[in-house]
């Protein structure tokens, strides 16, 4: 108690020496003060759970929700943005990404430090795993704010977005009797969209669309929106015993 009350008389002592220009100016201070408090606090804000990985540094590949893989590497999702780099280089979603510009990728952290490390505009190698091969590519990386606008321009663009006629959530990956690969089921079809008119039945294994080969449930996701309403696509599906290639017109949503 006597501690306290020593300290409340020396704060009591201060103020009677302060005067009024100083508690001017101490108040300038503080304001200040604060408001690069708050600054420092908005630049260290978790970033956008929509795509840590391109909030956390300002490069990007162009790849949505990576995950790591069971064996030690990264796979992901899909590929983001249309024409974003990964998309030009030929990467799909479910690809397992083993090395990034010569440098072993292990896990998220190893991606988000090497693209820390990485300027916007760099050309660099990408090595991995598709069906069980080991395959490389070369992309060249974009800033964040680039990034953002291909998003943008995709989200925005006035022919509006693909459809197919399935429900999403009853479609599942399984892997093909046979083949070293993986594709899409798909459950439930509705009877009067473009792919049960053009032929797709229930229980097809859809492997590839538009030419680029379908491993996930995202990638397929992705790829029946980005295709252009009323324009004609092949789907490769697996019936059976037989791989059917059917072309579809895609109906719009």
């Known amino acids: 108690m006597r501690l306290q009350h020593e300290t409340t008389s020396s704060k009591l002592k201060f103020r009677r020496r302060v005067g ?5 100016f101490l108040g300038l201070a503080a304001l200040f003060i604060a408001g690069f408090l708050m600054s420092a606090l908005r630049k260290q804000r978790p970033p956008d759970a929509r795509n840590q990985t391109q909030s956390i540094i300002e490069t990007s ?7 790591n893989a069971d064996d030690g590497a990264v796979t992901f999702n899909n ?6 780099p990964a998309d030009k280089a030929g990467l799909v979603g479910g690809d397992i990404l083993t090395a990034v510009d010569g440098h072993a990728v292990r896990n998220i952290d190893d991606i988000v430090s090497l693209l820390g490390q990485t300027p916007a505009g760099k050309k660099i190698e990408v090595t991995y795993l598709r069906d069980g091969e080991t395959r490389k590519t070369w992309l060249t990386t974009i800033s964040h704010d680039q990034f953002e606008l291909l998003a943008e321009n995709f ?4 022919t509006g977005y693909g459809s197919l006629g399935f429900e999403d ?3 599942k990956i399984v892997r093909v009797a046979g083949k070293n690969v993986s594709g899409v089921k798909l459950n439930v079809l509705s009877a009067s969209g473009p792919a049960a008119l053009a032929g797709i039945q229930t229980g097809d294994v859809v492997i590839q669309f538009d030419g680029v080969p379908i491993r996930n449930r995202g990638e397929f996701l992705m790829r029946v929106r980005r295709a252009i309403p009323y324009s004609t696509v092949n789907v490769v599906v697996i019936r059976g015993t037989q791989q059917l290639q059917i072309p579809v017109k895609m109906g719009k949503r």
Do not use: A, F, K, Q
């Open 20 to 24: 009024g220009m100083t508690w001017i």
């Open 61 to 67: 590949l162009g790849v949505s929700e990576p995950i």
């Open 79 to 84: 590929v983001y943005p249309p024409d974003s």
């Open 155 to 158: 989200e925005r663009r006035s």
């Open 169 to 171: 959530t009853e479609t």
